[in-house]
């Protein structure tokens, strides 16, 4: 018998692709799959892609979970706390929301409005001594979307001395699904479609979780609605601590970040990514120059939202809380076309 999961809240985007995840991986056993708007459909009437996988939604009960080894929260931001409360110690738990990622709870109070829940170990493996940290803990919190893309950029960086951790600037575009599946008129096809729009301009709520984890000081973040399902493109610059800083030193600072990792690929020098070379895999895409004009330090990165920002990054968390090699069940090559 292999490691007995549960995703609660299954029926969303995020919550969807854990269960592809997880259905796919050779050492998980799916063991429940809760939404309490969905209870009693199958998993096939709300992901059509996932026909076969024999199970319905259940209510999100301590009950339903108890089987459990391992549960992955993949709910809207400010739900998880009540759902992880209400587990034993003994279960391993993966929240993808925003709920336990920040440690300044007056942070959380700014950008999020309710209550902290309070802070868990950070899941992004590929910073320094995370991969420790991540197994020896039973709760993680996974990274967001916009701010794993843009926290591999940027980290290595400013932990370098490289950049300026102050007047950061990061532009970066996010497909639909970021916004999560509820019925909202600003992301039915007819708007989205042949648009893009800044959302959220001056106050997302990535700020200060990107500020933590990254080094940074002062960022200004602009995220931006693109006409596509899935991805996204981080363009990260920063001032340089010194003149003359080359294109070539800020690659050879990413490469020697990311040389043994499995997921973080730096591409051959004027390649730059594409997200839809990430599509359904757990990669992170990377490039870097200097803006001619500016001096700049730039650096893009090209994420599925879905993968390396939601569900693969919290599968590759789970595999190395559970002593699993951390590729487990999780790719580094997208689809294409």
């Known amino acids: 018998m292999g490691v007995r999961v549960a995703v609660v809240g299954a029926s969303g985007y995020a919550g ?97 409005g309710s209550p902290h829940a309070g802070t868990w170990t950070y899941g992004l493996p590929e910073l320094p001594g995370a991969r420790e940290e991540i197994a020896a803990s039973t709760r993680v919190a996974a990274t967001g979307c916009y701010a794993v893309a843009t926290i591999l950029a940027l980290a290595p960086l400013i932990s370098s001395g490289l950049v300026s951790p102050d007047d950061v600037v990061v532009v970066a575009a996010s497909g639909t699904t970021g916004a999560g599946r509820s019925l909202k008129p600003h992301l039915l096809g007819s708007e989205v479609m042949s648009d893009l729009s800044g959302y959220r301009v001056g106050a997302h709520q990535h700020t200060p979780e990107i500020k933590q984890a990254s080094g940074a000081r ?20 920063a001032r340089p601590t010194r003149d003359g800083v080359t294109a070539e030193q800020a690659r050879d600072v990413l490469a020697e970040a990311y040389r043994d990792e499995p997921f973080v690929r730096l591409l051959p020098e004027g390649v730059w990514p594409r997200t839809k070379a990430t599509l359904g895999s757990n990669a992170c895409h990377l490039q870097a120059t200097v803006d001619r004009d500016s001096g700049r330090v730039l650096v893009q990165s090209a994420i599925d939202n879905l993968g390396k920002g939601a569900a693969g990054q919290a599968v590759q968390c789970a595999n190395i809380m559970l002593g699993l090699p951390e590729t487990t069940g999780l790719t580094a090559i997208g689809i294409n076309p």
């Open 218 to 237: 002062t960022l200004s973040f602009t995220p931006v609605l693109a006409p596509m399902p899935r991805g996204i493109l981080s363009t990260v610059t």
């Open 16 to 112: 969807g692709e854990v269960l592809r995840l997880v259905a796919g991986h050779p050492e998980f056993e799916l063991s429940a799959a809760t939404a309490n708007s969905q209870v009693g459909a199958p998993v096939e009437s709300v992901h059509p892609h996932l026909i076969g996988i024999g199970l319905h939604f259940a209510a999100t009960t301590p009950e339903n979970l108890a089987d459990a080894d391992l549960v992955f929260l993949a709910l809207p931001h400010g739900e998880s706390g009540a759902v992880a409360a209400s587990l034993p110690e003994t279960v391993k738990v993966v929240d993808l929301g925003a709920d336990f990622r920040l440690r300044d709870p007056a942070q959380w109070q700014a950008y999020y």
